[in-house]
């Protein structure tokens, strides 16, 4: 029997209280930009009919192949944690016949996903996304719009070097006649691409051109590009969406060989990547696209919808990396020590009042002694100290100490409040 160990899965992890910060500051990036754009909230369950998932991501990718946590539940239905975002809220849409709404339907989310992959730099089992998604509209401003939301939230992080790649990888019109040649010049090429991509190459062959080893990327560097296989719909589109980013002077560039892993993608493909050393080996930021035929693909009738997926552990890490500045909490200018039980518990309620009032006060109600106290006051540097002994606990005053100058003064203690609001503000 292998031996119990006390710890996170692999390639889980706990986010400490020292990594809230970071989660705290792109989560009021991601809010404060998707008020602005007028998005609004949705939260999906974490688990799903697995169906929605193969039909939506696609047999034949990893995620689907290999990196789904699925499982029978007792009354016999086949789930899966989601492993992304995108394919859920489609399904909601769809069920909550979102179709009736104002189109576009704007939406973002933010959670934990799940994907059973090789633990590596930058790559989680359990790991956290926060997205964006246009449905109910066709036209490339919304492309666009993504495009920049994304690129905007990582400037707001202090992401100076993100380059934006984009690819158009056409849809249901041109692509099987870009398959095609792709397939005949990958099969000229067979014995030269690794085990996976051979098998790819029957199944998906464009997710050849995703494959990260090295003797792939020669094959790739030679292959069709499908930019030049676009038919004319796709075309004008992609024209115009490069305007818009022209437009917009996002730093992009054309990356032909993009394709992503997920199958629901048609039209723009694009991926986020921060240009340094350190973030070379974490792989994209965040990545995204048009799915004009997710919505069928799931069973409902044609929306066309765009969207974009980040992944936080990735922008964490890089925060982390280059210190990257989170809000201080408030360091609170008073210290309450107690003495005596009655004192104590007095004490609790009259932090409560300070609580009330906004005024931010430490406390070290688990310490009985005064000097133990007043020696975490000093640590902390405050300028005062309210001390509440028996005597003033029976009697209904506190005893103010200034700390820099060490006068102490008695205040009422139902006037505390209002008189250590007045010395704050001096
Ligand atoms: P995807 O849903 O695959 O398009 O991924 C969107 C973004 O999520 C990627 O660019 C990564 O930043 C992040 N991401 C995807 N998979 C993982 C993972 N296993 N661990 C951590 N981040 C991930």
Excluded at 116 to 126: D, H, L, M
Excluded at 144 to 161: A, R, T, W
Excluded at 207 to 217: G, N, P, S
Excluded at 242 to 258: G, I
Aim: aromatic letters at 10%; one cysteine or more.
């Amino acid at each position: 029997m292998n031996k119990f160990k006390l710890q996170t899965l692999s390639g889980m992890h706990d986010v400490l209280p020292d990594d809230q910060k970071y989660f705290q500051k792109i989560t009021k990036a991601v809010e404060s930009v998707a008020n602005y754009y007028s998005f609004s909230k949705i939260e999906t369950p974490i688990l799903e009919m697995t169906d929605v998932f193969l039909k939506a991501v696609g047999q034949g990718t990893d995620i689907v192949e290999k990196e789904m946590y699925s499982f029978k539940t007792k009354g016999g239905d086949l789930v899966s944690l989601r492993p992304e975002g995108t394919a859920p809220v489609v399904r909601s849409y769809i069920e909550n016949g979102m179709h009736n709404l104002p189109q576009p339907v704007k939406l973002w989310y933010m959670g934990p996903f799940f994907r059973y992959e090789r633990p590596q730099a930058g790559r989680f089992r359990q790991f956290h996304q926060f997205g964006f998604e246009i449905l109910g509209e066709s036209g490339a401003s919304i492309d666009g719009q993504v495009i920049q939301m994304s690129y905007d939230i990582l400037k707001e992080l202090s992401f100076k070097n993100t380059t934006i790649q984009v690819n158009s990888i056409g849809d249901s019109e041109c692509r099987p006649y870009f398959k095609k040649v792709l397939t005949s010049y990958l099969k000229s090429k067979k014995s030269s691409l690794c085990s996976d991509c051979q098998r790819r190459l029957k199944e998906n062959p464009l997710r050849v051109l995703d494959c990260k080893e090295e003797k792939c990327q020669v094959v790739k560097a030679g292959a069709p590009q499908i930019v030049d296989h676009l038919c004319e719909a796709c075309h004008a589109h992609f024209k115009q969406v490069l305007e818009f980013l022209d437009e917009l002077e996002l730093p992009y560039s054309l990356n032909p060989y993009l394709v992503r892993g997920l199958d629901y993608y048609t039209k723009t493909v694009f991926e986020i990547v921060e240009n340094s050393e350190e973030g070379g080996s974490l792989g994209a930021l965040i990545g995204g696209g048009r799915y004009d035929n997710l919505a069928k693909m799931l069973g409902g009738r044609d929306v066309p919808a765009c969207g974009s997926a980040a992944g936080i552990e990735r922008i964490v890490s890089l925060m982390k990396q280059r210190d990257v500045k989170t809000a201080k909490v408030e360091e609170p200018e008073i210290f309450l020590a107690q003495l005596g039980l009655m004192a104590k518990k007095k004490s609790l309620k009259l932090f409560e009042e300070f609580r009330k009032a906004k005024i931010p006060m430490a406390e070290s109600f688990s310490k009985d002694s005064l000097r133990a106290q007043l020696r975490s006051a000093n640590k902390m540097g405050v300028k005062w100290v309210l001390i509440f002994g028996q005597k003033e606990a029976l009697e209904n005053f506190v005893t103010v100490r200034d700390m820099e100058t060490g006068t102490q003064q008695e205040i009422k203690l139902d006037e505390v409040v209002e008189e250590m609001k007045k010395k704050l503000k001096k």
